[in-house]
């Protein structure tokens, strides 16, 4: 199972850029890279998918390098809402490898 | 539409009890996942079922755990003899296929059922 490693916490203004990086050195060949958004209370909500490059769609932006073990979820101009926990899961193949872990907590301060 | 639907939303029993969870998926999504998050962490996978069938029961965590899915619908996880480890937030997705290649179907979650045991 490929292992994800993502900051515990950050924090950011309204109106700010948000970057959160995900480390996945052990990504297979056929694993894809997703994020997951999750507010108190709830239970988590996609947001974005890719395999590689670049991927954007009407919330966030995802970058992947080539090597792929990496992936950073672009947030931009944050808001307060944008207050949750994120978590970066790889895999595909099997439902076995969604691993969630302990995501990122981000806080958007005012 | 209706998104996912987890039956009872707050759920309190004690140790040694059996309860059932139940989750009502998003209609028409054959794929159905059980997961477990403790407080703090993130969701634990427990079980898929695609259809009626569990297609990986590889995260139960013991014998004690146990889910169904008779009519590829509607499925309820059952906890036997309870413990206070136990407790936890128990949450269902669902999807539209599953997981098939090298791509994960985006899963719809329901708001989870709180359980916990004294």
């Known amino acids: 199972l490929a292992k994800t490693t993502q900051p515990i916490s950050m924090d950011s203004y309204e109106g700010q850029e948000v970057n959160i990086t995900c480390s996945h050195n052990?990504?297979?060949?056929?694993?894809?890279i997703t994020w997951y958004q999750q507010f108190p209370s709830q239970g988590p909500r996609f947001i974005i998918q890719g395999y590689k490059t670049k991927v954007t769609n009407e919330v966030a932006s995802l970058f992947i390098p080539a090597d792929r073990k990496s992936s950073t979820l672009s947030l931009p101009r944050v808001s307060l809402s944008d207050t949750a926990v994120y978590y970066c899961?790889?895999?595909?193949?099997?439902?076995?490898?969604?691993?969630f872990g302990s995501g990122t907590q981000l806080t958007v301060l005012p | 539409g209706a998104g996912v639907s987890q039956t009872p939303s707050n759920k309190v029993t004690e140790k040694g009890k059996y309860v059932e969870l139940r989750c009502d998926p998003i209609?028409?999504?054959?794929?159905l996942y059980w997961y477990r998050q403790s407080l703090g962490q993130g969701p634990e996978f427990l079980i898929y079922?695609?259809?009626?069938?569990?297609?990986?029961d590889s995260g139960l965590p013991n014998d004690r755990f146990f889910a169904v899915r008779p009519e590829g619908s509607v499925s309820t996880l059952k906890i036997q003899r309870t413990e206070r480890g136990d407790s936890a937030v128990y949450l269902c997705?669902?999807?539209?296929?599953?997981?098939?290649?090298?791509?994960?179907?985006?899963?719809?979650f329901g708001p989870g059922t709180r359980l916990l045991v004294l």
């Open positions: 997705a669902s999807s539209r296929t599953g997981t098939s290649g090298g791509l994960q179907e985006t899963q719809y």
């Open positions: 052990n990504i297979a060949t056929n694993d894809y």
């Open positions: 899961l790889v895999g595909g193949g099997s439902a076995r490898q969604l691993t």
């Open positions: 079922f695609q259809g009626t069938g569990a297609a990986d």
């Open positions: 209609s028409g999504h054959t794929a």
